[in-house]
Protein backbone atom coordinates (compact mmCIF):
# COMPACT_ATOMS: atom_id res chain seq x y z
CA UNK A 1 0.00 0.00 0.00
CA UNK A 2 1.58 3.40 -0.87
CA UNK A 3 1.80 5.74 1.90
CA UNK A 4 -0.15 9.07 1.44
CA UNK A 5 2.33 12.18 1.79
CA UNK A 6 1.78 13.70 5.20
CA UNK A 7 0.30 16.97 3.90
CA UNK A 8 -2.51 15.26 1.55
CA UNK A 9 -5.97 14.56 3.06
CA UNK A 10 -7.51 16.97 5.20
CA UNK A 11 -4.69 19.16 5.94
CA UNK A 12 -4.10 19.40 2.06
CA UNK A 13 -8.14 20.49 1.56
CA UNK A 14 -7.12 22.61 4.56
CA UNK A 15 -4.31 24.53 2.86
CA UNK A 16 -6.01 24.98 -1.03
CA UNK A 17 -9.01 26.05 1.30
CA UNK A 18 -6.64 29.03 2.71
CA UNK A 19 -4.86 30.03 -0.38
CA UNK A 20 -8.72 30.02 -2.08
CA UNK A 21 -10.18 32.60 0.47
CA UNK A 22 -6.45 34.76 0.57
CA UNK A 23 -6.97 35.14 -3.50
CA UNK A 24 -10.48 35.76 -3.08
CA UNK A 25 -9.81 38.69 -0.51
CA UNK A 26 -6.58 40.29 -2.83
CA UNK A 27 -9.03 40.02 -5.63
CA UNK A 28 -12.00 41.84 -3.72
CA UNK A 29 -9.90 44.72 -1.78
CA UNK A 30 -10.46 47.65 -4.29
CA UNK A 31 -14.05 46.99 -3.98
CA UNK A 32 -14.51 46.21 0.17
CA UNK A 33 -12.20 49.70 0.80
CA UNK A 34 -13.00 52.92 1.17
CA UNK A 35 -13.80 55.21 -1.93
CA UNK A 36 -10.79 56.90 -3.33
CA UNK A 37 -10.41 60.18 -1.09
CA UNK A 38 -10.54 63.66 -3.68
CA UNK A 39 -9.44 65.74 -0.72
CA UNK A 40 -6.55 66.28 1.51
CA UNK A 41 -8.84 65.42 4.36
CA UNK A 42 -10.72 62.47 2.69
CA UNK A 43 -6.91 61.33 2.35
CA UNK A 44 -6.08 61.60 5.98
CA UNK A 45 -9.24 59.71 6.96
CA UNK A 46 -7.78 56.72 4.61
CA UNK A 47 -4.55 56.77 5.65
CA UNK A 48 -5.79 56.78 9.43
CA UNK A 49 -7.96 53.85 8.39
CA UNK A 50 -5.16 51.92 6.80
CA UNK A 51 -2.83 52.53 9.96
CA UNK A 52 -5.18 51.80 12.38
CA UNK A 53 -5.92 48.40 10.81
CA UNK A 54 -2.84 47.31 10.23
CA UNK A 55 -2.14 48.21 14.30
CA UNK A 56 -5.39 46.07 15.06
CA UNK A 57 -3.69 43.18 12.86
CA UNK A 58 -0.61 43.62 14.65
CA UNK A 59 -2.66 43.23 17.85
CA UNK A 60 -4.29 40.06 16.25
CA UNK A 61 -1.41 38.71 15.15
CA UNK A 62 0.71 39.12 19.16
CA UNK A 63 -2.39 37.84 21.27
CA UNK A 64 -3.31 34.84 19.29
CA UNK A 65 0.61 33.87 18.76
CA UNK A 66 0.90 33.68 22.22
CA UNK A 67 -2.43 31.69 22.87
CA UNK A 68 -1.87 29.17 20.36
CA UNK A 69 2.12 29.06 21.94
CA UNK A 70 1.02 28.07 25.19
CA UNK A 71 -2.18 25.85 24.05
CA UNK A 72 0.54 23.68 21.77
CA UNK A 73 3.35 24.20 23.57
CA UNK A 74 1.97 23.82 27.49
CA UNK A 75 -0.47 20.73 26.45
CA UNK A 76 -1.25 17.91 28.76
CA UNK A 77 0.30 15.27 26.06
CA UNK A 78 3.78 16.97 26.63
CA UNK A 79 3.73 16.79 30.14
CA UNK A 80 2.40 20.52 30.61
CA UNK A 81 1.09 21.37 34.26
CA UNK A 82 -0.86 24.19 35.58
CA UNK A 83 0.58 27.39 37.19
CA UNK A 84 -0.36 27.50 40.40
CA UNK A 85 0.13 31.44 41.44
CA UNK A 86 -3.29 33.21 41.50
CA UNK A 87 -1.86 37.22 40.65
CA UNK A 88 0.72 38.89 39.42
CA UNK A 89 1.05 42.63 40.03
CA UNK A 90 3.76 43.21 37.32
CA UNK A 91 1.83 41.56 34.56
CA UNK A 92 -1.23 43.27 35.46
CA UNK A 93 0.58 46.48 35.02
CA UNK A 94 1.87 45.71 31.90
CA UNK A 95 -1.33 44.24 30.42
CA UNK A 96 -2.89 47.38 31.37
CA UNK A 97 0.07 49.74 30.84
CA UNK A 98 0.80 48.85 27.35
CA UNK A 99 -3.06 49.10 25.89
CA UNK A 100 -2.95 52.58 27.59
CA UNK A 101 -0.18 53.70 25.59
CA UNK A 102 -1.57 51.94 22.34
CA UNK A 103 -4.37 53.93 22.57
CA UNK A 104 -2.76 57.52 23.13
CA UNK A 105 -0.96 56.89 20.02
CA UNK A 106 -4.00 56.21 18.26
CA UNK A 107 -5.77 58.97 19.54
CA UNK A 108 -3.42 61.44 19.09
CA UNK A 109 -3.77 61.49 14.79
CA UNK A 110 -7.84 60.87 15.45
CA UNK A 111 -7.76 64.09 17.52
CA UNK A 112 -6.05 65.65 15.04
CA UNK A 113 -8.46 64.72 12.24
CA UNK A 114 -11.23 65.03 13.76
CA UNK A 115 -10.72 69.26 14.75
CA UNK A 116 -9.76 69.48 11.36
CA UNK A 117 -12.97 67.82 10.19
CA UNK A 118 -14.39 70.81 12.30
CA UNK A 119 -13.07 73.99 11.20
CA UNK A 120 -15.23 75.60 8.64
CA UNK A 121 -14.20 79.27 9.28
CA UNK A 122 -13.01 81.23 6.25
CA UNK A 123 -14.83 79.18 3.55
CA UNK A 124 -15.06 80.47 -0.42
CA UNK A 125 -18.19 79.45 -1.06
CA UNK A 126 -21.23 78.40 1.96
CA UNK A 127 -23.94 76.58 0.61
CA UNK A 128 -27.22 75.46 2.70
CA UNK A 129 -28.71 71.73 2.33
CA UNK A 130 -31.77 70.95 2.97
CA UNK A 131 -32.88 67.47 3.23
CA UNK A 132 -36.77 66.22 2.37
CA UNK A 133 -38.21 62.99 1.58
CA UNK A 134 -36.91 62.39 0.00
CA UNK A 135 -34.42 64.77 -2.30
CA UNK A 136 -31.96 67.31 -1.33
CA UNK A 137 -32.47 71.30 -1.86
CA UNK A 138 -29.56 73.62 -2.24
CA UNK A 139 -29.16 77.12 -1.91
CA UNK A 140 -26.08 78.88 -2.58
CA UNK A 141 -25.55 81.70 0.37
CA UNK A 142 -22.11 83.21 -0.22
CA UNK A 143 -19.43 83.52 -3.01
CA UNK A 144 -19.49 83.43 -6.67
CA UNK A 145 -22.81 82.03 -7.27
CA UNK A 146 -24.79 83.46 -4.51
CA UNK A 147 -28.29 83.13 -5.08
CA UNK A 148 -28.78 80.37 -7.04
CA UNK A 149 -31.16 77.70 -5.37
CA UNK A 150 -32.14 74.37 -6.88
CA UNK A 151 -33.70 70.96 -5.72
CA UNK A 152 -31.88 67.60 -6.51
CA UNK A 153 -33.93 64.75 -7.29
CA UNK A 154 -33.09 60.94 -7.97
CA UNK A 155 -33.30 60.72 -12.23
CA UNK A 156 -32.87 56.90 -11.98
CA UNK A 157 -35.60 55.48 -14.25
CA UNK A 158 -38.80 53.85 -12.51
CA UNK A 159 -38.49 51.15 -15.06
CA UNK A 160 -35.04 50.58 -13.54
CA UNK A 161 -36.37 50.55 -9.91
CA UNK A 162 -39.00 48.07 -10.52
CA UNK A 163 -36.38 45.62 -12.58
CA UNK A 164 -38.15 46.35 -15.99
CA UNK A 165 -34.86 48.18 -17.36
CA UNK A 166 -31.30 46.76 -16.95
CA UNK A 167 -29.60 49.03 -14.29
CA UNK A 168 -27.24 51.45 -14.87
CA UNK A 169 -23.64 51.85 -13.34
CA UNK A 170 -24.99 54.14 -11.12
CA UNK A 171 -27.98 53.12 -10.01
CA UNK A 172 -30.01 55.24 -7.09
CA UNK A 173 -26.78 57.41 -7.22
CA UNK A 174 -28.23 59.85 -10.41
CA UNK A 175 -29.92 62.95 -9.99
CA UNK A 176 -31.59 65.61 -12.21
CA UNK A 177 -29.41 68.54 -11.08
CA UNK A 178 -25.54 67.81 -9.28
CA UNK A 179 -24.26 70.33 -6.95
CA UNK A 180 -21.42 71.98 -8.86
CA UNK A 181 -18.14 73.76 -7.03
CA UNK A 182 -14.96 74.95 -8.10
CA UNK A 183 -11.81 72.76 -7.56
CA UNK A 184 -9.37 73.82 -4.95
CA UNK A 185 -11.89 76.20 -3.38
CA UNK A 186 -13.42 75.45 0.58
CA UNK A 187 -16.56 74.24 0.50
CA UNK A 188 -18.90 74.84 3.70
CA UNK A 189 -22.30 72.76 4.04
CA UNK A 190 -24.98 74.00 6.03
CA UNK A 191 -27.02 70.96 6.84
CA UNK A 192 -30.82 71.08 7.79
CA UNK A 193 -33.94 69.30 7.05
CA UNK A 194 -37.41 70.34 6.27
CA UNK A 195 -39.61 67.19 7.89
CA UNK A 196 -37.17 64.42 9.70
CA UNK A 197 -33.20 63.15 10.40
CA UNK A 198 -31.19 62.96 7.30
CA UNK A 199 -27.55 63.02 6.56
CA UNK A 200 -25.33 64.52 3.77
CA UNK A 201 -22.75 62.17 3.13
CA UNK A 202 -20.22 61.83 0.58
CA UNK A 203 -17.17 59.45 1.28
CA UNK A 204 -14.91 60.81 -1.33
CA UNK A 205 -15.09 64.21 0.22
CA UNK A 206 -14.84 62.97 4.06
CA UNK A 207 -18.13 64.70 4.77
CA UNK A 208 -21.20 63.64 6.67
CA UNK A 209 -23.09 65.40 8.97
CA UNK A 210 -27.09 65.12 9.77
CA UNK A 211 -29.35 67.60 8.81
CA UNK A 212 -31.86 68.28 12.03
CA UNK A 213 -35.43 69.83 11.30
CA UNK A 214 -35.00 73.35 13.28
CA UNK A 215 -31.06 73.01 13.54
CA UNK A 216 -28.49 74.56 11.14
CA UNK A 217 -25.05 72.35 11.33
CA UNK A 218 -21.96 73.00 9.31
CA UNK A 219 -19.10 70.56 7.45
CA UNK A 220 -16.71 71.59 4.83
CA UNK A 221 -15.12 69.80 2.27
CA UNK A 222 -11.81 71.07 -0.35
CA UNK A 223 -11.87 69.15 -3.57
CA UNK A 224 -8.57 68.76 -5.09
CA UNK A 225 -9.11 67.01 -8.46
CA UNK A 226 -12.14 67.64 -10.73
CA UNK A 227 -14.89 64.93 -11.08
CA UNK A 228 -18.60 63.68 -10.22
CA UNK A 229 -18.28 62.41 -6.40
CA UNK A 230 -21.81 60.37 -4.96
CA UNK A 231 -22.98 60.07 -1.73
CA UNK A 232 -25.97 59.15 -0.13
CA UNK A 233 -28.50 60.34 2.84
CA UNK A 234 -26.82 57.89 5.80
CA UNK A 235 -30.11 58.55 8.06
CA UNK A 236 -33.03 55.92 7.91
CA UNK A 237 -35.46 58.66 7.16
CA UNK A 238 -38.37 56.88 5.83
CA UNK A 239 -39.87 54.77 3.50
CA UNK A 240 -37.55 56.27 0.25
CA UNK A 241 -34.70 56.55 2.14
CA UNK A 242 -31.94 54.15 -0.20
CA UNK A 243 -33.59 56.93 -2.81
CA UNK A 244 -32.02 60.40 -2.28
CA UNK A 245 -28.66 60.29 -3.60
CA UNK A 246 -25.92 63.47 -3.30
CA UNK A 247 -23.89 64.51 -6.73
CA UNK A 248 -21.14 66.57 -6.32
CA UNK A 249 -19.68 67.70 -9.59
CA UNK A 250 -15.87 69.55 -9.02
CA UNK A 251 -15.01 71.86 -12.52
CA UNK A 252 -12.62 74.10 -12.87
CA UNK A 253 -12.40 77.65 -11.49
CA UNK A 254 -13.60 78.70 -15.72
CA UNK A 255 -16.35 76.04 -15.86
CA UNK A 256 -17.95 76.80 -12.61
CA UNK A 257 -18.07 80.65 -13.61
CA UNK A 258 -19.90 79.47 -16.59
CA UNK A 259 -22.21 77.44 -14.80
CA UNK A 260 -23.03 80.02 -12.33
CA UNK A 261 -23.87 82.25 -15.47
CA UNK A 262 -26.12 79.30 -17.08
CA UNK A 263 -27.91 78.80 -13.62
CA UNK A 264 -28.55 82.35 -13.28
CA UNK A 265 -30.24 82.56 -16.94
CA UNK A 266 -32.17 79.66 -15.73
CA UNK A 267 -33.48 81.41 -12.86
CA UNK A 268 -34.55 84.86 -14.67
CA UNK A 269 -35.90 82.73 -17.24
CA UNK A 270 -38.38 80.58 -14.97
CA UNK A 271 -39.38 83.65 -13.51
CA UNK A 272 -42.88 84.06 -14.22
CA UNK A 273 -44.55 87.31 -14.78
CA UNK A 274 -46.49 87.72 -12.12
CA UNK A 275 -50.65 87.44 -12.52
CA UNK A 276 -50.19 85.25 -15.84
CA UNK A 277 -53.32 83.22 -16.50
CA UNK A 278 -52.01 79.85 -17.92
CA UNK A 279 -54.30 77.33 -20.45
CA UNK A 280 -54.99 74.28 -19.09
CA UNK A 281 -53.21 72.18 -21.23
CA UNK A 282 -49.90 73.97 -20.61
CA UNK A 283 -50.43 73.39 -16.62
CA UNK A 284 -50.63 69.66 -17.41
CA UNK A 285 -48.15 69.18 -19.42
CA UNK A 286 -45.59 71.13 -16.66
CA UNK A 287 -47.43 69.28 -14.12
CA UNK A 288 -46.63 66.08 -15.23
CA UNK A 289 -42.92 66.89 -15.08
CA UNK A 290 -43.61 68.31 -11.39
CA UNK A 291 -45.29 65.01 -10.36
CA UNK A 292 -42.20 62.76 -11.83
CA UNK A 293 -39.77 64.20 -9.85
CA UNK A 294 -41.78 64.93 -6.60
CA UNK A 295 -45.19 62.54 -6.20
CA UNK A 296 -44.63 59.18 -8.23
CA UNK A 297 -42.44 57.58 -5.49
CA UNK A 298 -45.44 57.25 -3.29
CA UNK A 299 -48.65 57.77 -5.50
CA UNK A 300 -47.46 55.76 -8.90
CA UNK A 301 -47.30 57.05 -12.22
CA UNK A 302 -50.72 55.51 -12.98
CA UNK A 303 -52.14 57.73 -9.93
CA UNK A 304 -52.82 54.27 -7.60
CA UNK A 305 -50.77 54.79 -4.77
CA UNK A 306 -49.39 51.84 -2.71
CA UNK A 307 -52.68 50.09 -1.05
CA UNK A 308 -52.44 50.23 2.38
CA UNK A 309 -49.37 52.37 2.53
CA UNK A 310 -50.08 55.42 0.31
CA UNK A 311 -53.61 56.74 -0.83
CA UNK A 312 -54.87 56.71 -4.74
CA UNK A 313 -55.32 59.96 -5.89
CA UNK A 314 -57.24 58.60 -9.08
CA UNK A 315 -61.07 58.73 -8.32
CA UNK A 316 -59.56 60.70 -4.37
CA UNK A 317 -61.75 62.85 -2.89
CA UNK A 318 -59.38 65.15 -2.35
CA UNK A 319 -58.37 65.45 -6.23
CA UNK A 320 -61.48 65.65 -7.57
CA UNK A 321 -63.44 67.56 -4.92
CA UNK A 322 -63.12 70.66 -3.47
CA UNK A 323 -59.86 72.40 -4.98
CA UNK A 324 -59.11 74.17 -1.76
CA UNK A 325 -59.04 71.51 0.06
CA UNK A 326 -56.28 70.41 -2.55
CA UNK A 327 -54.10 73.06 -2.72
CA UNK A 328 -54.30 73.05 1.36
CA UNK A 329 -53.04 69.83 1.50
CA UNK A 330 -50.17 70.11 -1.39
CA UNK A 331 -48.95 72.97 0.19
CA UNK A 332 -49.19 72.19 3.90
CA UNK A 333 -48.75 68.54 4.12
CA UNK A 334 -50.24 66.24 6.66
CA UNK A 335 -48.67 66.35 9.63
CA UNK A 336 -47.92 62.71 11.13
CA UNK A 337 -48.15 61.19 7.60
CA UNK A 338 -45.18 61.28 4.40
CA UNK A 339 -46.95 63.67 2.44
CA UNK A 340 -44.40 66.61 2.89
CA UNK A 341 -45.88 70.65 2.72
CA UNK A 342 -44.41 70.93 -0.80
CA UNK A 343 -45.44 75.01 -0.53
CA UNK A 344 -41.91 75.33 0.61
CA UNK A 345 -39.85 73.54 -2.03
CA UNK A 346 -41.78 74.16 -5.36
CA UNK A 347 -42.77 77.85 -6.86
CA UNK A 348 -46.52 78.84 -6.79
CA UNK A 349 -46.43 78.18 -10.91
CA UNK A 350 -45.48 74.33 -10.37
CA UNK A 351 -47.79 73.76 -7.52
CA UNK A 352 -50.41 74.81 -9.66
CA UNK A 353 -49.13 73.12 -12.58
CA UNK A 354 -49.21 69.71 -10.01
CA UNK A 355 -52.55 69.98 -8.73
CA UNK A 356 -54.73 70.62 -12.09
CA UNK A 357 -52.37 67.29 -13.31
CA UNK A 358 -53.78 65.21 -10.85
CA UNK A 359 -57.31 66.65 -10.92
CA UNK A 360 -57.21 65.92 -14.88
CA UNK A 361 -55.03 62.72 -15.32
CA UNK A 362 -56.03 59.20 -15.08
CA UNK A 363 -59.86 58.63 -14.48
CA UNK A 364 -59.92 62.29 -12.84
CA UNK A 365 -61.41 64.98 -15.40
CA UNK A 366 -62.21 68.27 -13.19
CA UNK A 367 -61.46 70.84 -16.13
CA UNK A 368 -60.63 73.05 -13.09
CA UNK A 369 -57.60 75.41 -14.85
CA UNK A 370 -55.63 76.63 -11.33
CA UNK A 371 -53.61 79.56 -11.75
CA UNK A 372 -50.67 80.41 -9.90
CA UNK A 373 -52.05 83.58 -8.26
CA UNK A 374 -54.74 81.17 -6.40
CA UNK A 375 -51.88 79.04 -4.72
CA UNK A 376 -49.75 82.55 -4.16
CA UNK A 377 -53.46 83.57 -2.27
CA UNK A 378 -53.71 80.44 -0.16
CA UNK A 379 -49.65 80.06 1.03
Known sequence: MTKQAPWTGVPRLAVLWTLALLSGVAQAAYDLNFQAPASKLARDVYDMHIWMMWVCLAIFVIVFSAMFYSIIKHRKSLGGTPATFH???????????IPFI???????????TLLNMRDSS????????TGYQWKWGYDYLKGEGEGIKFMSVLSTPQEQIHNLAPKGPNYLLEVDNHLVVPVNKKVRILTTANDVIHAWYVPSLAVKQDAVPGFIRD???KAD???I???????????DHGYMPIVVEVVSQEKYAAWVGEQKKKMAASSEEPGKVWALADLVKRGEGVYGQNCVACHQANGKGIPSVFPALDGSKIATGNKAEHIKMVVNGKPGTAMAAFGKQLSDTDLAA???YERNS???????AIQPSEIKAAR
Open 225 to 227: REG
Open 102 to 112: ILVIMVWPVTV
Open 229 to 239: FRGQCAELCGK
Open 354 to 356: VIV
Open 219 to 221: AWF
Open 122 to 129: NPDLTIKA
Open 362 to 368: WGNKTGE
Open 87 to 97: ENTQIEILWTV
